[in-house]
């Protein structure tokens, strides 16, 4: 009798372990706490190749079962109810965390809070608090992935007893022997299955998810709903015989799962993860403020990867340039961060981030639309990361309202201006329409695009061709500042340098400028929209009626206030209702004096206006950069 | 001694999977069978969402390879012909010495066998794709491959599942785990289809006379 009750002794030591390690497997490939095969921790297998080189050292857990797992000690913290006895049920939910409305509180880097998530599981038994500090938030779904049930089930006692006279060391051995098998045979499943996939994404591809795993250790079944129960699939391991009872193993699976995770998971190079990880406009509390100048004044001095935070909507709003060149929408700096594989990417429209995050790329546009886009944009080089130093910014803030910059002896004396305040134009509303235009300009070529130009429109005509053009048109201009041009913002340093070779530039791209005459042409291409994008920036950007023609400065931006105050006053008109601006060529030293009456301006004032109402009638929900548009005109 | 055969799913391959697929099956085997102390190892597939776990041991995954690189040499020289490995667990018995020299007998306790069944590839599509006509064909055509991909994972999944399942619903015939260093606690064998077809078969033939338990073939 001493021997059999020392195996079964023996017998209740290896189901107490057989509990253990299949805990331990399972885990082990469904919970982020092992790290995953990227991390090099002091664990024994950092990954699978130094798996193999470290078999020198064998723990004794791994001597059980002959199969050695990584240290994951928080398996083993949740063992205490199965040691004590082996007759209770271990069930393992293995949980998805989504994650999903609510980002508000999310901090700018979520992969902590991820992780914390995932780990802030509950142990045992009933505690579901599972990230409680979430659920406050609302924005945290979760639903359970898989049931692993561990059991072992007692046979009657007489059967035991008769089981347990024929038992001896065969068969604890052959039980034993079997229960190995039953292990491998499980250490393999548990990575055929969807959630390891989803485990794969997480924490093996360093890829930031919306989601995370968790689980929950207990000793109790939480039935699944009907429906739930219809969603699962169910895999039942061969139980394994012993003489008092049977070693069970199953798990309830959710095959849809694969679905949730392939999403996102689409595999995403190295710039891209950055811009889906930091750059999450959900995650970007700064997003909460677009119109305050402060907030985006004070991002450029954060590090390198915080400017990506919180230009990420930028990033995703601004077209995939391809081309490096400077452009001085406050974009483009970040735009360009990400060019190399913003130009692989699909189009914005599909941003990196799993779908079920965002409120639709809708809201998001029009959070980017907010943003006010002087402040940030000179990044005049073709490296992206380059941001304005602080006291650069405020430079820029203060010179934004400065007067278009007049560049003498031009063959183009009257162009240049226009150009340059096409160029310095911030057009912040127009990033994404922009990027319409700047795509369809590279699909067709710039020999194509220059034909798409109409030179010169005279007077008011060309407002009338205007008042058909989309939105997604208006910002064609900002083509021209991917070509060459500088940060506006150095402007003032080195833009009179080479005033020709800009034109040049131009020239190259196809963009085709006669001379106007005084005031009275714009450089409007066939393309409706483009036209628009030309002559809103140009009024944005247009110099004052009349201005010291001594004076030469170099615009950055010109806000529409800050003009008026220089320009001559019109009558009829207050400055803040008034956005007359004459061309700037025309006022221009050494360019030609061009003699404009106020009735002139007073006709042209009435046909941006007409255009003004145009452009708000034409707004709605995303076209509301229009009603923006708009409103700064005749700021 | 029982000795269990289980004949693994028929799988439709390209030549250039044969190496993965090959791997990921006979490795899961093997994994399942070494029985000496193990640390498992997982690989990624690289053509297919598929995680498979290996033994650990290196001459194992040398002698995978040497026996997959064999068959691909054979496939080259057969196409469009079905092959099967076979891989086999035995136990060694020392047998008394007879006029045979060979004392050592094999006891066969478990056969696998991987069925792959090589396609060409439409390379017509490829080689002449000037014509706007074939382009669209070779599209088409990458079209069906991957749809043809993803049908291969699918079915490379159901088949690891099927090892899986064998491997818990016959337990009994598994001999008890002998006193060996290693991961691998059991010999085993890898048979590739040889020069001729008729070589196979005489080297089947052979094995059962040799195993002496033709056994059941399930």
Redesign the interface.
């Known amino acids: 009798m001493a021997s059999s009750h020392s195996d079964s002794a023996r017998m209740e030591q290896i189901i107490t372990e057989f509990f253990a390690k299949s805990l331990h497997i399972i885990l082990e490939s469904r919970s982020p706490y092992r790290s995953s095969?990227n991390f090099s921790g002091e664990q024994a297998?950092s990954s699978?190749?130094s798996?193999?080189s470290?078999?020198s050292s064998?723990r004794p857990r791994?001597?059980w079962f002959?199969?050695?797992?990584r240290e994951f000690p928080e398996a083993l913290e949740n063992l205490d109810l199965w040691r004590q006895s082996n007759h209770e049920p271990m069930i393992v939910d293995v949980i998805l965390i989504k994650r999903s409305l609510d980002w508000d509180s999310v901090k700018l880097s979520p992969k902590p809070e991820l992780i914390k998530n995932a780990l802030s599981k509950d142990v045992y038994p009933n505690c579901w608090d599972f990230g409680n500090d979430d659920v406050g938030r609302g924005g945290k779904k979760e639903k359970i992935v898989e049931r692993w049930v561990v059991q072992y089930e007692v046979k009657k006692s007489k059967d035991c007893q008769r089981g347990g006279k024929r038992s001896g060391c065969n068969v604890l051995?052959?039980f034993y022997?079997?229960s190995?098998?039953?292990l491998?045979?499980l250490?393999?499943?548990v990575?055929?299955l969807p959630a390891?996939?989803i485990f794969?994404d997480l924490y093996l591809s360093g890829h930031i998810r919306s989601f995370s795993l968790g689980h929950r250790v207990s000793s109790f079944v939480e039935p699944f709903t009907r429906k739930e129960e219809a969603e699962m699939q169910r895999?039942g391991?061969?139980p394994?015989d012993t003489s008092c009872g049977r070693l069970c193993l199953s798990v309830q699976y959710r095959s849809s799962v694969s679905d949730i995770s392939s999403e996102p998971s689409t595999p995403l190079s190295p710039p891209q993860l950055i811009q889906d990880y930091v750059g999450s406009p959900l995650a970007d509390p700064l997003k909460r403020f677009p119109l305050l100048p402060v907030t985006h004044g004070s991002p450029s001095s954060v590090p390198f990867s915080r400017r990506h935070s919180w230009s990420y909507d930028q990033c995703r709003a601004s077209p995939p340039f391809a081309t490096c060149s400077p452009s001085p929408a406050h974009s483009e700096p970040y735009t360009s961060a990400s060019n190399p594989t913003m130009s692989r990417l699909p189009p914005p429209g599909l941003p990196p981030h799993p779908p079920d995050t965002l409120h639709g790329p809708k809201d998001v546009a029009s959070l980017d639309e907010c943003y006010p886009s002087p402040i940030y944009s000179p990044s005049p080089s073709a490296s992206p990361p380059i941001f304005i130093p602080e006291s650069q910014l405020s430079k820029v803030l203060l010179r934004s309202e400065s007067a278009p910059v007049n560049i003498p002896g031009l063959r183009f004396h009257n162009n240049p201006a226009i150009f340059k305040n096409q160029i310095l134009s911030p057009s912040p509303p127009l990033r994404e329409a922009r990027y319409e235009v700047l795509r369809s300009y590279k699909t067709l070529g710039p020999s194509q695009t220059g034909e798409t130009y109409e030179t010169v429109l005279h007077g008011k005509k060309h407002l009338k061709r205007l008042s058909g053009m989309t939105s997604a048109e208006l910002a064609f201009h900002d083509d021209f500042d991917e070509t060459e041009y500088t940060c506006p913002f150095d402007v003032e340093d080195d833009d009179m340098a080479e005033p020709g070779s800009r034109l040049e530039s131009f020239d190259q791209k196809g963009l085709v400028y006669e001379q106007l005459d005084p005031g009275a042409y714009l450089p409007v291409r066939k393309s409706t929209g483009a036209a628009v994008g030309a002559l809103v920036d140009l009024l944005n950007k247009a110099p004052p009626l009349r201005q010291d023609s001594s004076i030469s400065v170099p615009t950055s931006q010109t806000s529409g206030v800050n003009t008026c105050a220089s320009s001559f006053p019109e009558p009829n008109q207050s400055c803040t209702e008034m956005p007359v601006k004459e061309f700037a060529p025309c006022v221009m030293a050494s360019t030609i004096h061009v003699s404009r009456t106020a009735s002139d301006a007073f006709e042209e004032l009435q046909a941006y206006k007409e255009m003004k109402n145009m452009l708000l009638s034409q707004c709605e929900g995303p076209c509301n950069q229009l009603a923006y548009l708009a409103r700064r005109m005749l700021v | 001694m029982n000795c269990e055969v289980c004949h693994l799913k028929d799988l439709e391959v390209e030549h250039y999977e044969i190496r993965e697929v090959l791997r990921c099956i006979l490795h899961?085997i093997i994994?399942?069978r070494?029985?000496?102390?193990?640390?498992?190892?997982?690989?990624?597939l690289e053509l297919f969402?598929?995680?498979?776990?290996q033994c650990?041991d290196?001459k194992v995954e040398k002698k995978i390879d040497e026996k997959i690189e064999q068959l691909i040499g054979w496939v080259e020289k057969h196409p469009n012909k079905k092959s099967q490995i076979c891989l086999s667990f035995y136990e060694v018995k020392n047998k008394q010495a007879s006029w045979f020299t060979n004392k050592i007998e094999r006891l066969y306790w478990e056969h696998w066998y991987v069925n792959l069944n090589v396609v060409q590839q439409p390379k017509t599509a490829y080689a002449r794709s000037h014509s706007s006509k074939d382009i669209v064909d070779s599209e088409n055509a990458l079209e069906e491959r991957s749809i043809r991909r993803a049908c291969l994972e699918t079915s490379l999944?159901e088949v690891?599942?099927q090892?899986?399942r064998f491997?818990?619903?016959k337990?009994d015939h598994?001999p008890?785990?002998p006193n060996r260093e290693g991961?691998i606690s059991f010999p085993y064998e890898i048979t590739i289809p040889s020069s001729s077809d008729s070589a196979f078969g005489m080297d089947m033939i052979k094995r059962m006379l040799q195993t002496g338990h033709p056994t059941m073939l399930s």
């Open positions: 095969r297998f699978p190749s798996s193999t470290s078999s064998v791994d001597k002959n199969l050695a797992l051995s052959s022997k079997k190995m098998l039953l491998r045979s250490y393999a499943t990575r055929l390891y996939k794969r895999f391991f061969t394994v | 899961t994994f399942h070494a029985l000496g102390l193990v640390r498992p190892k997982e690989i990624d969402e598929i995680t498979y776990v650990g290196l999944r690891l599942f090892i899986i491997v818990n619903d337990k598994v008890p785990i991961a």
